[in-house]
Protein backbone atom coordinates (compact mmCIF):
# COMPACT_ATOMS: atom_id res chain seq x y z
CA UNK A 1 0.00 0.00 0.00
CA UNK A 2 3.31 2.51 0.14
CA UNK A 3 4.22 1.95 -3.25
CA UNK A 4 7.73 0.60 -2.09
CA UNK A 5 8.58 3.42 0.60
CA UNK A 6 8.59 3.16 4.33
CA UNK A 7 6.49 6.77 5.03
CA UNK A 8 8.54 7.03 8.60
CA UNK A 9 11.99 7.88 6.34
CA UNK A 10 10.87 8.80 3.09
CA UNK A 11 11.73 12.49 1.58
CA UNK A 12 9.05 14.84 0.27
CA UNK A 13 9.96 14.00 -3.09
CA UNK A 14 9.35 10.22 -2.66
CA UNK A 15 5.51 11.11 -0.69
CA UNK A 16 4.82 12.99 -3.95
CA UNK A 17 5.69 10.12 -6.37
CA UNK A 18 8.12 12.99 -8.57
CA UNK A 19 11.78 11.81 -9.68
CA UNK A 20 14.31 9.84 -7.25
CA UNK A 21 17.56 10.44 -6.90
CA UNK A 22 20.39 10.01 -4.62
CA UNK A 23 19.18 12.77 -2.69
CA UNK A 24 16.02 10.90 -2.29
CA UNK A 25 18.47 8.52 -0.06
CA UNK A 26 20.15 11.09 1.80
CA UNK A 27 16.91 12.70 3.28
CA UNK A 28 16.15 9.01 4.16
CA UNK A 29 19.48 8.51 5.71
CA UNK A 30 19.86 11.89 7.72
CA UNK A 31 16.12 10.91 9.36
CA UNK A 32 17.54 7.68 9.96
CA UNK A 33 20.33 9.43 12.35
CA UNK A 34 17.86 11.57 13.54
CA UNK A 35 15.74 8.58 15.05
CA UNK A 36 19.13 6.95 16.45
CA UNK A 37 19.48 9.74 18.64
CA UNK A 38 15.99 10.47 19.28
CA UNK A 39 15.70 6.66 20.43
CA UNK A 40 12.62 6.64 18.11
CA UNK A 41 10.69 8.14 15.61
CA UNK A 42 7.77 10.59 17.31
CA UNK A 43 6.58 12.05 14.28
CA UNK A 44 5.74 8.62 13.02
CA UNK A 45 2.60 8.45 15.26
CA UNK A 46 0.19 10.66 12.86
CA UNK A 47 -0.26 10.48 9.17
CA UNK A 48 0.73 14.43 8.93
CA UNK A 49 3.84 13.85 10.67
CA UNK A 50 5.95 11.18 8.66
CA UNK A 51 8.66 11.53 7.01
CA UNK A 52 8.63 14.29 4.57
CA UNK A 53 7.65 16.78 7.54
CA UNK A 54 10.87 15.68 9.62
CA UNK A 55 12.95 17.89 7.41
CA UNK A 56 11.17 20.73 8.09
CA UNK A 57 11.01 20.39 11.94
CA UNK A 58 14.28 18.96 12.85
CA UNK A 59 15.93 21.49 14.91
CA UNK A 60 12.67 21.00 17.13
CA UNK A 61 13.68 17.00 17.08
CA UNK A 62 16.90 18.37 18.02
CA UNK A 63 15.88 19.36 21.14
CA UNK A 64 14.14 16.10 22.17
CA UNK A 65 17.43 14.12 21.41
CA UNK A 66 18.59 11.55 24.44
CA UNK A 67 22.03 12.86 23.98
CA UNK A 68 23.57 16.06 22.47
CA UNK A 69 23.77 16.71 19.00
CA UNK A 70 26.59 18.59 18.01
CA UNK A 71 25.48 21.61 16.43
CA UNK A 72 27.54 21.07 13.17
CA UNK A 73 26.28 17.44 12.86
CA UNK A 74 22.65 19.42 13.17
CA UNK A 75 23.57 21.70 10.53
CA UNK A 76 24.29 18.89 8.34
CA UNK A 77 21.33 16.67 8.85
CA UNK A 78 19.28 19.78 8.11
CA UNK A 79 20.55 20.19 5.02
CA UNK A 80 20.78 16.49 4.34
CA UNK A 81 17.01 16.97 5.19
CA UNK A 82 16.12 20.23 3.04
CA UNK A 83 13.05 20.13 1.55
CA UNK A 84 14.13 21.14 -1.81
CA UNK A 85 16.60 17.68 -3.27
CA UNK A 86 18.64 20.76 -5.03
CA UNK A 87 19.34 22.14 -1.15
CA UNK A 88 20.77 18.40 -0.12
CA UNK A 89 23.93 16.99 -1.13
CA UNK A 90 24.67 16.08 -4.01
CA UNK A 91 25.95 12.82 -2.78
CA UNK A 92 27.45 10.79 0.23
CA UNK A 93 31.30 11.46 -0.75
CA UNK A 94 30.57 15.55 1.42
CA UNK A 95 28.74 13.88 3.58
CA UNK A 96 31.41 11.23 4.31
CA UNK A 97 33.99 14.31 4.66
CA UNK A 98 31.96 16.20 7.08
CA UNK A 99 31.61 13.45 8.94
CA UNK A 100 34.82 12.87 9.62
CA UNK A 101 35.80 16.49 10.33
CA UNK A 102 32.94 16.20 13.01
CA UNK A 103 34.02 13.05 14.39
CA UNK A 104 37.87 14.76 14.65
CA UNK A 105 36.05 18.43 16.06
CA UNK A 106 34.00 16.80 18.73
CA UNK A 107 36.07 13.34 19.84
CA UNK A 108 39.52 14.50 19.16
Request: with cysteine; proline share 7%; glycine share 8%.
Amino acid sequence: PSGGMTPAYCSPEQSMSKTLSRRTDIYSWAVSVLEMYLGGKPWAHGRELTGPMVGSVCYEYFEMCRVPVPERLQKLLARCMAQDPDDRYHDFAKIEIALKEIYRTEVG
